[in-house]
């Protein structure tokens, strides 16, 4: 049976991680976070002491570094750096990176080349416009603010605030700048499965994409 490429779109705490985690088990697919991608070169270059719009040097670092993500595991250079990048300083410098358009061009590479087999399910915002335009499915999660405020803050892998309207406002500014960035900026791609999750339990918008991912293996 033909491996497909899973692509799953959508904004922050929006439970993206959750789902594409529990269809890659199900599937026996790779399960990739890009965004810890982003993470990781925010987190090397605040350690650098790099400023986070140099693009140059950013896209260097991002050239050089060996960056390695597992199901339980993100490390940089071999820095197990899997806690250390859910913290809101990252949030902030992650999406910062992610603005820069040479940095994104050498993560896109690195993703495209995860992806060259098919079997793999991969979250992030630009997955289904840009890095696999071509994907077999492509998924864009929504849900309130407020739902996703009150999933990351709930959320122990997260450390930060646990007030919701402090983690309602960083959601809402790390959104916009997700959204309006000039470089691949986050939208639903034409022929992506909008699922709005507000209120819908995890299994239940599990069963949907299972039930959309069967389709398309019966099609074959
Ligand atoms: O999904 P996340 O919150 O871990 O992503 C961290 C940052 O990286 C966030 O600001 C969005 C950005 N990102 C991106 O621009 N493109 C991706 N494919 C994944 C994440």
Known sequence: MRKLIIAI????GVGKGTVARAIAAELGYRHVDSGA???AVGWKALQLGVRLDQEDTLS???????????????AIDGTDITRAIRTPEIDKAAAAVARLPNVRAILVGRQRRL??????????RDIGTVVFPQADLKLYLDASVEERARRRASDSAHSGPVALAEVATALKARDQSDSTRAASPLYAAADAVVIDTTGTPVADVVAQVMALVKTLLIAE
């Open 115 to 124: 992806g060259l087999d098919g079997g793999i399910v991969m979250e992030g």
């Open 60 to 74: 260097g670092l991002a050239t050089d570094s060996t960056i390695e993500i597992s199901a339980t595991l993100v």
């Open 37 to 39: 991608m982003y993470r």
């Open 9 to 12: 779109d959508g904004p922050s």
